[in-house]
């Protein structure tokens, strides 16, 4: 017996040691060590043990002998027996823990990975300023970091304005305008002159008609003509009923007094963001030129959003205005005019 447990014993030491060990050479490797120490039982013995036994006056030693040499064998059966089972059951325990330690390295390989997808990320910036100008940090070159709803300002391909230039020459149909004398309000917003006009007065062009919102002054003006500037320019917004706008501009130069404009600066609050309602009303069509020839091509609002999809018509025939006049809107707002936009491949159409 005590041979048996000596043999177990070294059974378990090498099925630990090596769990992958083919079963067959683990427990035969453990048999060939232990056998030289266990007591032989052969068939010999067997033989003499029953040989004893069939002669029951010879001697009940000899029966005896043969009863204890039966019962050893039969223990060593259930304990081998028993060492295979406890092998079978040792190996699945190891086979679980090589799977489960696969299964972690996997688990944490992925979770590295997840963690370094997360870091590599771009950071989600969740960034949202309504303050912009003409310079530094928060002037045009930074417009669309400044917002996220102003993106177009950074990444927009129909930015405005543009160098009016290489225009395709063409029979341009004219603007038909439908301006009326109209009550309206001024505001300093900050950015611009701006005057919200009263409704009623409307522009028709490409069979589609846009009712003016309102109109707003640049220094110096933002649109160039074959790379030449002008001292200011009007912005006229309309839109029509679909909410598209048509924003036409018109060029001003120094000369003499214009009378829409003075009566919009005779009425100019005292305060940023204050509105005057003046009781007098406005002939927006003192300010159009008497030449109706024009530039059209597809661009942006200058000023954040910068949203695209917005119709120009840019007057050829540039308007006047008193020295004094541009001395006035000067003091408020010396700059305040997006740079040129590139066109990058633009149809620019123009009036023969
Ligand atoms: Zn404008």
């Not at 790379?227 to 839109?239: D, I």
Request: charge should be positive; include cysteine.
């Amino acid at each position: 017996m005590r041979n048996l447990i000596a043999l177990f014993a070294c059974s378990l030491a090498i099925s630990t040691a090596g769990a992958n060990d083919p079963p067959a050479a683990a427990s035969s490797g453990a048999k060939a060590a232990a056998k030289p120490a266990a007591k032989p039982i052969t068939a010999d013995t067997i033989k003499l043990a029953a040989l004893a036994a069939s002669k029951p006056a010879a001697a009940p030693l000899a029966k005896e002998a043969a009863s204890q040499a039966l019962s050893e064998a039969d223990a060593e059966a259930e304990l081998s027996a028993k060492i295979a089972a406890r092998l079978a059951v040792m190996r699945a325990n190891q086979a679980a823990r090589l799977a489960a330690a696969a299964k972690a390295r996997k688990a944490s390989v992925s979770r590295r990975e997840a963690i370094v997808a997360i870091t590599q990320a771009p950071p989600a910036r969740p960034f949202h300023s309504e303050h912009w100008s003409y310079e530094g940090e928060t002037g045009p070159a930074n417009w669309g970091k400044i917002n996220s709803a102003w993106s177009k300002c950074g990444t927009g391909t129909r930015q405005s304005p543009i160098d009016l230039r290489d225009g395709m020459k063409v029979d341009l149909e004219q603007i038909t305008f439908d301006y009326k004398p109209s009550g309206f309000s001024v505001v300093d917003n900050g950015h611009t002159v701006q005057v919200t006009v009263g409704g009623g007065n409307f522009i028709t062009v490409q069979n589609r008609s846009y009712e003016l919102q309102q109109f707003h002054f640049h220094r110096p003006s933002e649109e160039r003509v074959n790379g030449k500037g002008f001292e200011m320019v009007v912005h006229m917004h309309h839109k029509d009923p679909e909410g598209r706008l048509a924003v036409l501009a018109v060029l001003l130069e120094r000369g003499k007094q214009n009378n829409m404009i003075q009566t919009v600066w005779n009425n100019l609050p005292l305060e940023k963001l204050d509105v005057v309602n003046p009781n007098v009303v406005l002939d927006v069509a003192e300010v159009l030129p008497q030449r109706r020839d024009y530039f059209t091509f597809m661009g942006s609002l200058t000023t954040p959003p910068c949203n695209e999809g917005v119709l120009w018509l840019v007057m050829k025939q540039p308007m006047q205005a008193s020295p004094a006049q541009m001395a006035l809107f000067s003091r408020m707002y010396p700059l305040n005019a997006r740079p040129i936009q590139a066109s990058s491949g633009r149809m620019i159409k123009e009036s023969n």
